[in-house]
């Protein structure tokens, strides 16, 4: 079992602008950006960088047609990159002189950009919300919300919706939601509290009900890939931690040239699973995974972890996390992914924990396959 803590650290981080009550709120607002929002591909050495005297003297990139864009932070964090200019130490300067500095050091570079340009309204200035290589792949946010909100209505009254605590519907407010989105990114997490698993065996020999929950992550900026994770858990308490967590699987698709299509024939359809899926059929593959041996002795047991996690010393430590955790060996299919499950919260990298929580998913296919 392991703690996720994704939501708690946006939970505790976002501000008020960047918190959504409905997933219907956060699609309008999404659509509207789309409408509004354009990609232009230029040269470096075709734009020029100014202290905007009509707009305060905020930094500006003027491309060739002459019309000024302001650059938002996470604009000015991938021009610094490919200006190879350290951001804190232009930031610290006046923007007279950052632009100086980016003019020059990008004036005889040839290559291709693609910008990202917003503009919310006539009155207000066109912002450069982002500069990728001319070949991203970009997913919008609005693609993903429609998607949600077409599998799972406004995220608030239905099925699935923004957790309650510790197991209990609350209303949802901007204190407590689970659905934020600001300028560089998104996050969606939405759970089916009503329709619980009864699991033999949870904890202590005692039985247990988990629920099932599912994040969404997007940045149509460029700062993280689109990301699907899915997973069932114990209870969520009122700071926004997934307390025992399992079954954790994530499907990541990064912004190439072929993204859109891809979300498309990866993520799209299994939201569509996920949401037609019925609680009671994954009730009835843990139960079998419960009921599924691996091994007559302990050494079958390591046998079957070596095979599935590498080497004999992955295996033994799989089986003492059991150990820990519910006070003996791994006996079946549900030990054996519970006890990865254990292993994995001790290591120190994300990467390698979420590499190791996809192979203990892998393990339920067996399950699945006997069902």
Same mark, same amino acid.
């Given at each position: 079992m392991a703690n996720l803590y994704d939501a708690n650290a946006n939970w505790s981080s976002r501000s008020n602008d960047e918190r959504y009550t409905s997933l219907f709120d956060m699609r309008d607002h999404f659509d509207d950006m789309r409408q509004k929002s354009?990609?232009?591909?230029?040269?470096?050495?075709?734009?020029?960088?100014?202290?905007?005297?009509?707009?305060?003297?905020?930094?500006s990139v003027v491309g060739p047609?002459?019309?000024?864009?302001?650059?938002?932070?996470?604009?000015?964090?991938?021009?610094?990159v490919l200006a190879k200019a350290p951001k804190g130490f232009l930031s610290s300067l006046p923007n007279k002189?950052?632009? #100086?500095?980016?003019?020059?050091?990008?004036?005889?570079?040839? #290559?291709?950009?693609?910008?990202?340009?917003?503009?919310?309204?006539?009155?207000?200035?066109?912002?450069?919300?982002?500069?990728?290589?001319?070949?991203?792949?970009?997913?919008?946010?609005?693609?993903?919300?429609?998607?949600?909100?077409?599998?799972?209505?406004?995220?608030?009254t239905g099925d699935w919706h923004v957790p309650g605590e510790f197991g209990k519907p609350v209303p949802v407010t901007q204190k407590n939601t689970t659905l934020y989105a600001g300028e560089q990114d998104m996050f969606v997490f939405l759970c089916d509290e009503s329709h619980t698993l009864e699991i033999n065996n949870r904890r202590?020999?005692?039985?247990?009900?988990?629920?099932?929950?599912?994040?969404?992550?997007?940045?149509?900026?460029?700062?993280?890939?689109?990301?699907?994770?899915?997973f069932l858990y114990d209870y969520v308490c009122a700071n926004r931690i997934i307390w025992g967590a399992q079954e954790i699987n994530t499907i990541t698709i990064k912004h190439t040239l072929n993204a859109p299509e891809r979300w498309?024939?990866?993520?799209a359809p299994t939201l569509q699973d996920y949401a037609n899926g019925k609680a009671s059929e994954t009730e009835q593959v843990l139960k079998?995974?419960?009921?599924?041996?691996?091994?007559?002795?302990?050494d079958d047991t390591y046998?079957?972890?070596?095979?599935?996690?590498?080497?004999?010393?992955?295996?033994?430590?799989?089986?003492?996390?059991?150990?820990?955790?519910?006070?003996?060996?791994?006996?079946?299919?549900?030990?054996?992914?519970?006890?990865?499950?254990?292993?994995a919260r001790n290591m120190p990298f994300q990467n390698e924990r979420v590499l190791i929580e996809a192979k203990a998913g892998k393990l339920l296919d067996m399950a699945k396959e006997a069902a």
């Open positions: 354009a990609s232009k591909v230029y040269k470096l050495s075709d734009l020029s960088f100014v202290a905007d005297a009509e707009n305060n003297n905020k930094l047609s002459g019309n000024p864009a302001l650059i938002n932070g996470y604009g000015f964090e991938s021009l610094t002189l950052t632009a #100086d500095v980016l003019n020059h050091k990008l004036k005889d570079n040839h #290559d291709e950009i693609g910008m990202l340009m917003t503009q919310e309204s006539k009155k207000t200035p066109i912002v450069m919300r982002a500069a990728t290589t001319p070949n991203y792949g970009r997913i919008w946010n609005s693609q993903v919300l429609n998607a949600l909100t077409h599998k799972f209505g406004d995220g608030v202590d020999d005692k039985p247990g009900m988990l629920s099932r929950g599912f994040f969404v992550v997007n940045s149509e900026v460029g700062t993280q890939p689109l990301r699907f994770t899915t498309l024939e990866s993520i079998l995974a419960q009921t599924m041996t691996i091994g007559q002795t302990l046998d079957f972890l070596e095979t599935h996690f590498g080497t004999r010393k992955i295996a033994k430590a799989i089986n003492k996390a059991h150990l820990d955790d519910e006070g003996r060996d791994i006996t079946t299919l549900w030990d054996a992914v519970t006890g990865v499950t254990a292993y």
